[in-house]
């Protein structure tokens, strides 16, 4: 008699085999799904991290001192030192001419100017400006710079 191998694998092995993997896809399939949910909308992330900067930018570019001795207006294509930014804020994203971008209505800006030591440069002559833009759903950025009084 002989002894007549097995080729292949059989039906019960094969429906085993079908439903270990099917349990692994679907833990990893809803830890997936609940890492999604759960996670920050990085477009909203990027739009508000792309308005700090840019306004942040637009502060550090204007002059340290006021420059006509003058007080700005409220608005701000008037403000002509990065003081006049203290404690703006807005409901929506504007540019500078303070225009509302209507995609960007559900953000909200606020700025801070405060004099600051940097290293071995006086309060005095550093402001630290801290900018926030919150997005839609409570995403908060916020940017911190500094701006020396480094004109004679």
């Known amino acids: 008699m002989s002894i007549r191998r097995q080729a292949g694998i059989s039906l019960v092995e094969l429906i085993l ?10 833990g990893i399939l809803s830890v997936m799904n609940l890492t999604t949910r759960h996670s920050a909308d990085p477009m909203v992330r990027k739009q508000a991290l792309a308005a700090a900067e840019s306004l942040m930018e637009e502060i550090a570019l204007k002059n340290f001192s006021d420059p006509d001795g003058s007080e700005a207006g409220e608005t701000r294509p008037s403000f002509d030192d990065i003081d006049d930014y203290h404690g703006y804020s807005s409901n929506g994203i504007r ?16 700025v801070a100017v405060t004099a600051a030591a940097l290293g071995g440069i006086a309060a005095g002559e550093a402001l630290r400006i801290t900018v926030t833009v919150s997005g839609p759903g409570g995403e908060s950025i916020t940017l911190d710079g500094y701006r020396t009084n480094y004109a004679p």
Do not use: H, R, W
């Open 95 to 110: 540019d500078i001419n303070e225009t509302p971008i209507g995609a960007l209505a559900d953000y909200q800006v606020s």
């Open 17 to 26: 085999f079908i439903v270990i993997v099917s349990i692994g896809l679907a």
